[in-house]
């Protein structure tokens, strides 16, 4: 395995490849890799002769009072993981080669819209800045196949329509949530919860089961039951930010035509902002 720090080196092996006709799959993280992550590179090495993966910890996506200098860092531990499953090539850039003109003048992608609601509603500018290194980390790897986990399903739906948006010459892939045996999905901001808050998170995917059977069961209230559950979650000892249930492709408001449809829940647990959402279809 190629640690690969440098934008040219990358692009030298990257010509490598094209020559030799390999096809590449990419999967973009910021470390502190867990399963989650580790089988986003499994889909990869099935489905790709080569398979890059990055870390970089983008300071373009987190806000002024978020986590980024907090953000666990374990950079020997993600290369070992990686090595084990045979990524070809770790891209580590650094903020100064990515960012070169500073983070105030840099160019951005923005895909509106759906970048505004949900999450983006409560995390202004995060994703813009996910977009913008996306498409940066996109034109730098330049993949045939692009590997993206379901659990931030607000961002698989984004940077899909960012690919189609600008023509980009490759396959996003959504790889399902993986979760720990009591169903809390995994996450690197798993790592901020204590003791007892680790043993109370479950119960948000829990929440999140019991409104899709409901839904199943012919409820169509949505608001309804959205307000119903943020004051079961409250009662987890949580703190809801959002609960939604939407369309699964654009994320709208579900209309009566809408078959698949998306809950989407996040909620403070502590210092930890947790996310998961399920998707219910309607056909089923
Ligand atoms: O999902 C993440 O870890 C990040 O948003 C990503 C896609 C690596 C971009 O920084």
Redesign the pocket.
């Known amino acids: 395995m190629q640690v690969i720090d440098q934008i040219l080196t990358l692009r030298e092996a990257r010509r490598r490849w094209q020559v030799e006709g390999k096809t590449i799959g990419f999967v ?3 470390g502190n890799l867990h399963h989650g ?1 580790l089988k986003l590179v499994k889909e990869a090495k099935q489905k790709c002769d080569i398979v890059v993966a ?1 870390i ?3 300071p373009l ?1 987190f806000g002024p009072d978020e986590d980024l200098a907090s953000y666990p860092r374990t950079l020997e531990h993600d290369l070992a993981a990686l090595e084990s499953l045979g990524v070809d090539v770790v891209f580590t850039p650094s903020v100064h080669d990515i960012y070169p003109r500073g983070l105030e003048q840099q160019t951005f992608v923005e895909v509106p819209g759906i970048s505004y609601m949900i999450c983006g509603a409560s995390r202004p500018g995060h994703f813009r ?2 977009t913008t ?2 498409c940066k ?1 996109f034109n730098m790897v330049q993949p045939n196949h692009a590997f ?2 379901e659990k ?1 399903y607000q ?1 698989l739906q984004i ?1 899909k329509a960012m690919v189609t948006d600008l023509s980009m010459n490759l396959t996003v892939h959504g790889v399902p949530t993986v979760r720990e045996a009591d169903g809390l999905a995994m996450s ?1 901001r798993n790592n901020y919860l204590t003791t007892e808050e680790r043993e109370m998170a479950p119960r948000l995917y829990k929440l999140l089961r019991e409104m899709a059977d409901l839904i199943h069961l012919g409820r169509r209230d949505y608001s309804k039951i959205i307000s119903e559950y943020k004051q079961k979650l409250v009662e987890a000892g949580f703190s809801p930010d959002y609960i939604e249930i939407r369309a699964a492709d654009s994320l709208l408001h579900p209309s009566h035509e809408d078959e698949q449809l998306v809950i989407l829940i996040a909620a403070f647990l502590g210092k930890a902002r947790l996310i998961d959402n399920i998707r219910v279809d309607l056909e089923d």
């Open positions: 973009p993280t910021m992550h990055s970089f910890v983008n996506q800045g996910m290194i996306v980390l993206f986990g931030d961002q940077v690197s």
